[in-house]
């Protein structure tokens, strides 16, 4: 979507497509017959995509649209989460282990992504496959506090191993 959300005279096109308040599609109309039946109801003719030809307008009052994007925009952002990292090495004891996964399941808590990396370094990259199920236990650890999804699953990287998980 873009920044600059166009309504009224600022739409460019000759016809568009009219959805009234409630959403019910009207039909295709002229520019100019919309922003009337618009005016008629006290309320704005807003462009809602131009993706498609004739584009979709909406009658409805222009700053409770812009409010109404703006908080779905801020929502959209808040479920998406950042992304911590979180990282255990090939040695890692038990009970640090453990203060990990307490650590994930905060992040969850707080709706962020988590990429666990398992960092080998020297002789330890010959043991890929005691790595992988070192991470596959972090993992039912992890499931045994909170569920989760794997967004990616474990892929080897240069410096090791990572997988992203996710609240579910």
Known sequence: MKDKILYNNQIKAK??????????????FSLQEAINIAKEKGLDLVQVTDKVNPPVCKITD???????QKKKKKASKKSGGELKNVR??????????????NQIKKFFEKNHKVKIEMILKGREMTLKN?????????????EEKVEYKVERDIKLEPRGFTVIISKK
């Open 88 to 101: 255990v090495g090939f040695n890692t004891s038990q009970h640090d282990i453990e203060i990990k996964v």
């Open 15 to 28: 016809n568009v497509i009219v959805i009234d308040e409630n959403g019910q599609q009207l039909g295709i």
């Open 130 to 142: 005691e790595a992988i199920e070192k991470i596959k236990k972090i993992l039912s650890l992890l």
């Open 62 to 68: 222009y700053g409770k649209y812009l409010y109404i």
